[in-house]
């Protein structure tokens, strides 16, 4: 049975990978942050393995200690500030988790054992200035904190893998899906419309909606982290993307029909992002060759299962 330390497993995608790895039989060790309340599906075993969950703080050397010590046959390394928002807010804050934490658990796991450690970093780091697909051959060009920082993360962990760890970078572009935070678009743009249709409102204050985005569904985001795990080769770079770009403005329309509501979109410059990347797509080639990965979930199902989400 393989043996899964997932870091950032209380988040988004960590309560999702965690759901997909027990289901194929893996025991996994959760890190999440302390006094953070655990997923009530974690105790429910009904055949699955036991999920092992380990209170860390990843600014705290002895707490990563902790983690190298869990001895596990691989990582799926998700902990970080993930939020742009909140990377903008406090840089250095950011560098300090994605970046120089992810330096010291990738140099800890590697004196502890060698098992196969992948390193999820964000399509953000090719920066702007392209209007296609872009492959893994495109050179970096961070412009926000949180893209500096995960490229400095990627950096960290590509160094490890030269001096033997088995190392994989994964860049995913945007994904979301049912209960992720209302602090990302969809989300947000789902939540705002809801409340619109409850109060009647016509208008609704958004960022801005001319970005071109690769969005992509969560549950085939943490498919494709599980399948390079196992296919992945060692030392390389793959992009997990859809190579479909949506306006978010389109994405604004599909979810008012949804939830059945006639608004409008209105530009608050105090929501928009200052460093917003006019498209990005990715081109996930190199991820499909290596793994036979395509995506499966359509993106109106997405949607579908998002705005059911909120209204759970």
């Known amino acids: 049975m393989t043996r899964l330390l997932v870091t950032g497993a209380g988040g988004f995608v960590g309560r999702w990978l965690v759901r997909a790895a027990r289901a194929q039989g893996m025991q996994v060790v959760a890190s999440v942050l302390p006094g953070a309340a655990l997923p009530p599906e974690w105790a429910v075993t009904d055949g699955l393995p036991p999920v092992v ?48 934490a992810t330096a010291v658990l990738v140099s800890l796991i590697a004196h502890s054992g060698s098992p196969r450690f992948l390193f999820v ?7 702007p200035g392209h209007a296609g697909p872009i492959d893994e051959s495109t050179p970096r060009s961070p412009r926000s904190p949180y893209a500096v920082s995960k490229a400095a993360g990627e950096g960290a962990v590509l160094a490890q893998g030269k001096a033997g ?29 809801v409340e619109a249709k409850r ?23 943490v498919r494709a982290y599980l399948l390079l795990l196992e296919h992945g080769e060692a030392g390389t770079i793959y992009n997990v993307a859809s190579g479909t770009g949506r306006k978010l403005a389109d994405c604004f329309a599909e979810l008012a029909a949804l939830i059945g509501v006639d608004a409008r979109a209105e530009m608050d410059a105090a ?16 991820l499909r060759r290596a793994t036979g990965w395509v995506p499966e979930i359509p993106f109106d199902r997405t949607l579908q299962d998002l705005v059911h989400a909120q209204a759970d």
């Not at 970093?121 to 920066?127: A, I, K, Q």
């Not at 760890?165 to 939540?191: C, E, K, N």
């Not at 690769?214 to 549950?219: I, N, P, S, Y």
């Open 271 to 286: 929501l928009a992002r200052p460093d917003d990347i006019p498209v990005l797509i990715g081109d996930a080639s190199r």
């Open 165 to 193: 760890l088995p190392v994989i970078v994964a860049r995913p572009f945007t994904h979301t899906g049912p209960d992720q935070a209302a602090d990302y678009v969809l989300p947000a743009l789902a939540h705002r419309l």
């Open 199 to 221: 109060r009647g409102s016509t208008t609704i204050r958004t960022g801005n909606l001319n970005p071109v985005r690769d969005f992509l569904d969560v549950r085939d985001v």
């Open 53 to 100: 969950a380990v209170a860390a703080d990843l600014r705290e050397t002895t707490d990563l200690q902790r983690l190298a010590e869990t001895t596990p046959d691989a990582v799926v390394h998700l902990a970080a500030i993930a939020s742009g928002a909140a990377a903008r807010q406090d840089p250095a804050a950011a560098l300090a988790v994605n970046a120089e």
């Open 121 to 127: 970093s964000s399509g953000e780091v090719y920066g």
